[in-house]
């Protein structure tokens, strides 16, 4: 596609229920990160894909965050047992490059979960 | 570790004032350093970006940044506001420092544009 799709763009679920957001990255971007905006803060690092490999997860929240690229293309963010914290945009980037210009991201919309 | 530190939440100016978004930030190592913008129900778009090569870094939209690593900063400048400009403005770091090339962004400020 000609940019990051991600899906849905707003989810609202019920605290304990188990949520799942889908990044589809520009077609042949090596990298792949997640990243979480909460109100009024910039985003933060969950994790970070170099084709189908989980390179970093050093940002994941907890162990109810589990981000998955199995076929080095489509990435999904799955969080188990949501809680109020959790309430936020998911913020999906990729990049055609890898090492020293990885910073060169481009974002999709981002997904707005809220957790009631 | 790296971080980033941008001053001031919001940042007002009238259409046709100089915009000065101030950044500085922390790294063990030689950055590279970029600013993004997101436009309202948008995803963050890059504005410009710092390589190593020239310190004065020139973006879209007449933005334009100066590394000065003396200062640890990277402020981002428009010599002219126009009221498209109101957006929200991000300023990233990213280094080796572990391992990987990890963006680490600011918390961002907004800018407000008064005709």
């Known amino acids: 596609g000609a940019g990051v799709s991600q899906s849905p763009r707003y989810k609202v679920a019920k605290r304990g229920q188990d949520v799942a957001l889908r990044c589809d990255p520009i077609s042949g971007h090596v990298s792949l990160f997640w990243y979480q905006q909460a109100l009024g803060q910039g985003p933060e690092f969950l994790t970070y894909?170099?084709?189908?490999?989980?390179?970093?997860k050093s940002g994941l929240p907890s162990d109810r965050f589990f981000a998955e690229r199995p076929e080095g293309s489509v990435s999904t963010l799955k969080i188990q047992r949501t809680q109020q914290e959790d309430s936020a945009v998911y913020l999906c980037?990729?990049?055609?490059?890898?090492?020293?210009?990885?910073?060169?991201?481009?974002f999709g919309e981002g997904s707005r979960l809220t957790v009631l | 570790a790296q971080s980033v530190t941008q001053l001031g939440s919001h940042v007002s100016v009238s259409e046709g004032a100089l915009v000065l978004l101030r950044c500085n930030y922390s790294s063990s190592v030689p950055p590279y350093l970029f600013w993004y913008v997101q436009y309202p129900n948008q995803g963050l778009q890059l504005l410009l970006k710092?390589?190593?090569?020239?310190?004065l870094v020139k973006g879209i939209n007449g933005f334009e940044a100066e590394f000065k690593k003396s200062e640890t900063s990277f402020h981002l400048t428009k010599p002219s506001a126009h009221m498209s400009d109101a957006a929200e403005y991000f300023c990233a770091v990213s280094d080796q420092s572990g391992g990987s090339y990890i963006p680490t962004f600011g918390r961002g400020t907004s800018l407000i544009v008064h005709p």
């Open positions: 980037a990729s990049s055609a490059r890898t090492g020293a210009n990885t910073g060169e991201l481009f």
């Open positions: 894909f170099q084709n189908e490999a989980q390179l970093d």
């Open positions: 710092y390589t190593s090569a020239a310190t």
